[in-house]
C-alpha cells in the first residue's frame, strides 16, 4: 500500500489520528516533527524561536526530502503544505489527507501555542495562521477528511475507510 501523508493544522489530530490509523491499516507510522527534532537535536520551538518561521521551513523542507518510506502513515508538521518541495517528495509515494477540522474546534485544542513549535510569525494570530494556510492544504490534498464533530475512534474509521477507496 502507497503512504498515506495527513496534512492540517496543528491540534487537528494528525499524530493521534495516524498511528490509530497505522494500527487498523497494519502500517507503519511517523510523525515528521519528532524525526525533525531528532535529527536538529533540538524541540521545535527552539528551532522556530533560533531560525525564525522561513529558516524553519527550510531545515523542516530538507529533512522532509531527506526521508523515504514505504507503507507507511506519516503525520507531517502543520507547515509542511506551504513547502513545495516537501510535498512533491511526499506525493510522489502517498495519498495526502487533509484532516480538516474547523477553527473553534482548533483554537479549543491549542492551549500551548506558544511553546507548541509552531511556526508563526510574529504579531500573527492562531486566527491568522488558520485563514492563511486553508488554500495550501485543500490545493495539495488529493482528499479532505471533515472532522467535525466526530471523536477519534470515527475520525480514525472514516479516514480506513477513506483510504481504501482511493
Do not use: W
Not at 14 to 30: C, D, E, R
Not at 79 to 90: G, N, Q, T, Y
Not at 137 to 164: F, H, I, N, P, S
Amino acid at each position: 500500500m502507497r503512504n498515506i501523508v495527513l496534512v492540517g493544522m496543528p491540534g487537528c489530530g494528525k499524530s493521534t489520528i495516524g498511528v490509530l490509523a497505522a494500527k487498523a491499516l497494519m502500517m507503519n507510522f511517523v510523525d515528521t516533527d519528532l524525526s525533525l527534532q531528532e535529527k536538529a537535536g533540538k524541540p521545535l520551538q527552539q528551532m522556530v524561536d533560533e531560525l525564525g518561521t522561513e529558516g524553519f521551513s527550510q531545515v523542516e523542507e530538507d529533512c522532509i526530502c531527506g526521508l523515504s518510506f514505504e507503507n507507511t502513515v506519516i503525520a507531517t508538521g502543520g507547515s509542511v503544505a506551504l513547502e513545495e518541495k516537501a510535498m512533491e517528495h511526499l506525493k510522489k509515494t502517498g495519498l495526502v489527507v487533509f484532516i480538516h477540522l474547523g477553527y473553534e474546534a482548533i483554537e479549543e485544542r491549542l492551549s500551548n501555542i506558544k511553546t507548541r513549535g509552531i511556526a508563526m510569525k510574529k504579531g500573527q494570530t492562531l486566527r491568522d495562521l488558520y485563514d492563511y494556510r486553508q488554500p495550501f492544504y485543500y490545493r495539495c490534498a488529493d482528499v479532505v477528511l471533515e472532522t467535525d464533530g466526530l471523536d477519534v475512534e470515527q475520525t480514525v474509521a472514516k479516514l480506513v475507510e477513506m483510504v481504501k477507496h482511493a
